[in-house]
């Protein structure tokens, strides 16, 4: 089964919450605007995750070509922190 395409999402949650499609999308797009704007303090979505910003430390790769060492630089980067009820519900036992 292929992934939920995005007017797939929008439609399935307008039907679950009696909305029309044009509501449905201003709610979502909210909701991704407010995480874009509050990654950097870290921003939940109750029973999904978290997105968080992380700092990565420079270190030591190898290319793998040529097995030459070179430097990778200090970074930030944005993770998403799966939430332990997802995972319990998405990995019955």
Same mark, same amino acid.
């Given at each position: 089964?292929?992934?939920?395409?995005?007017?797939?999402? +929008?439609?399935?949650?307008?039907?679950?919450?009696?909305?029309?499609? =044009?509501?449905?999308?201003?709610?979502?797009?909210? +909701?991704?605007?407010? @995480?874009?704007?509050? @990654? =950097?303090?870290?921003?939940?979505?109750?029973?999904?995750? =978290?997105?968080?910003?992380?700092?990565?430390?420079?270190?030591?790769?190898?290319?793998?070509?040529?097995?030459?060492? +070179?430097?990778?630089? @200090?970074?930030?980067?944005?993770?998403?922190?799966?939430? =332990?009820?997802?995972?319990?519900?998405?990995?019955?036992?």
């Amino acid at each position: 089964m292929a992934a939920m395409t995005k007017s797939a999402i +929008i439609k399935k949650l307008a039907e679950q919450n009696q909305l029309t499609k =044009k509501q449905t999308v201003a709610v979502v797009e909210s +909701i991704v605007g407010l @995480a874009y704007k509050e @990654a =950097k303090n870290g921003f939940t979505l109750p029973g999904l995750g =978290k997105l968080v910003l992380v700092q990565r430390k420079a270190r030591i790769g190898r290319n793998p070509a040529t097995g030459a060492t +070179i430097n990778i630089p @200090a970074k930030k980067v944005l993770k998403f922190r799966v939430a =332990k009820a997802a995972k319990d519900a998405v990995l019955k036992k």
